[in-house]
């Protein structure tokens, strides 16, 4: 069985860092995307970023320049750093790998497997 594992979330002042990781087991994900995602109350799931196997990257126009994800692939993890995080960067962070697809896709439709999610809290 594949499991998703987020760890690293918490409270941080804004413009603080914080890094995510996202462990995967039951299967690897060398070859295929993984991402990252984050819902705030009241709100829809959005794309943050992904990488994929040869860790090209992709992110949303509201992370680019302070968000970096990257893998392992010999630890089967995947991590989120955070700078410069801001109020509106609160929100429950998933990690999700895709079973066949390649691409960096921002939809959440293109992803099967994810984890259960960890909170990031910035404060003011």
């Known amino acids: 069985q594949v499991h998703l594992v987020e760890s690293g979330g918490g409270l941080v002042q804004v413009g603080g860092s914080l890094r995510l990781s996202c462990t995967a087991s039951?299967?690897?994900?060398?070859?295929?995307?993984m991402g990252w995602f984050r819902q705030a109350p009241g709100k829809v799931r959005e794309f943050v970023a992904a990488i994929t196997g040869d860790f090209a990257t992709n992110y949303a126009d509201s992370v680019k320049g302070r968000f970096t994800t990257s893998r392992d692939n010999r630890k089967n993890t995947m991590y989120l750093q955070m700078n410069s995080l801001k109020p509106e960067d609160t929100a429950v962070y998933y990690c999700?790998?895709?079973?066949?697809?390649?691409?960096?896709?921002?939809?959440?439709?293109?992803?099967?497997?994810w984890g259960q999610g960890t909170q990031v809290t910035v404060s003011s």
């Open positions: 999700a790998a895709r079973a066949l697809g390649i691409g960096p896709s921002m939809d959440t439709t293109h992803y099967d497997y």
């Open positions: 039951g299967r690897t994900f060398t070859r295929t995307a």
